[in-house]
């Protein structure tokens, strides 16, 4: 399994980024995707999630109407589009499959929301 996020980096508060997740090495189609993120000293949280078919999502309530989480056009891909971003969305974003009993990461990309 190799997860492979990108799209991170420094938006204003207020901007807009996308973050993408490149999977590879099981049957994308089968699972439900997360994204997760981490900030400085605190815990791993979920942020969103996506059922295998798309047809389901869910997303922490801090983000809620801001962003929104998709399977990409790209063959396995999952987006996290954020929006209306706040300095508290200032993270390491990870994006997370659950195969096989066993958790699977990205490396992570980081969001900066500073002006």
């Known amino acids: 399994v190799q997860l492979v996020e990108s799209g991170g980096g420094l938006a204003q508060p207020g901007g807009s980024l996308r973050l993408s997740c490149a999977a590879s090495?099981?049957?994308?189609?089968?699972?439900?995707m997360r994204w997760y993120r981490q900030a400085a000293g605190k815990e791993r949280e979920l942020v969103a999630g996506?059922?295998?078919?798309?047809?389901?999502?869910n997303y922490a309530d801090s983000v809620k109407g801001r962003f929104t989480i998709s399977r990409g056009s790209a063959k396995n891909t999952v987006a996290l589009q954020m929006n209306s971003l706040r300095p508290e969305d200032t993270a390491v974003y990870y994006c997370?499959?659950?195969?096989?009993?066993?958790?699977?990461w990205g490396q992570g990309t980081q969001v900066t929301v500073s002006s």
């Open positions: 090495g099981f049957t994308f189609s089968s699972y439900v």
């Open positions: 997370n499959v659950r195969a096989s009993l066993q958790n699977y």
């Open positions: 996506i059922g295998n078919t798309g047809g389901t999502t």
